[in-house]
């Protein structure tokens, strides 16, 4: 890890530190868990298919089962998501990315590394692409035709589709947020949220 995102994630851990673990938890539809045996306070909370955990006051990000940290996006990601939980639910309207708070600006960001890597992984695989969303926790959605429901945490799910093409139009995969995603995240972090979604999706399609 850069100093500069060492700095980054130690100022997100004094901002967690700050703020009461159970109140964070219960805003952010996590589990509060003490053990007072060993004086230890962890926050345990799901994150794109995975269940993590998070010491308190300390910040530091475990999967659920293991003593190695989580890289540093998800870390500041899951810590950034706490510290703003405000207990809002998903309100079931969705928005491109650039229809988020200053989305326009990262929009081609955000195309060039979360969803052209679907659209080139998958490419016109669609039962491909359904059933690795599946195996990473997906949920398809009857609203949407070929979409799946990722709860990316608990009051923020994402929703994200594969629409296949020919010879006149290329393939096409959108990331939709719920409107309440702007609320938890800045739009910065949603498009980091967006990249680890194609990465997993991706890495989850090599078991298959």
């Not at 359904?130 to 609203?143: C, D, F, P, Y």
């Not at 990331?175 to 309440?180: A, K, R, T």
């Not at 702007?182 to 990465?199: F, Q, R």
Request: hydrophobic fraction near 40%.
């Amino acid at each position: 890890m850069t100093d500069n995102y060492r700095a980054v994630l130690e100022k997100s851990r004094v901002v967690f530190a700050e703020n009461e673990p159970q109140k964070m938890a219960q805003k952010g539809g996590a589990a509060f868990l003490i053990y007072p045996s060993y004086s230890i306070r962890e926050i345990v909370i799901p994150f794109l298919g995975e269940v993590c955990r998070v010491t308190w006051p300390g910040g530091e990000v475990f999967p659920f089962i293991g003593k190695k940290e989580l890289s540093f996006a998800p870390s500041l990601l899951i810590l950034h998501y706490l510290t703003r939980a405000s207990g809002a639910y998903p309100e079931g309207r969705w928005l491109s990315f650039k229809e988020l708070w200053g989305g326009k600006s990262f929009d081609a960001a955000f195309q060039a590394r979360s969803l052209k890597p679907i659209s080139d992984h998958f490419h016109n695989n669609e039962q491909f692409f359904q059933k690795t969303s599946v195996k990473l926790g997906g949920i398809s959605n009857r609203e949407l035709p070929d979409s799946y429901l990722f709860f990316a945490f608990p009051h923020l799910p994402l929703l994200c589709s594969l629409s296949p093409g020919d010879e006149e139009i290329p393939t096409r995969s959108t990331i939709l947020y719920d409107s309440v995603a702007n609320v938890y995240l800045e739009t910065e972090d949603l498009a980091v949220l967006g990249e680890i979604l194609a990465e997993r999706l991706i890495e989850k399609s090599q078991s298959i």
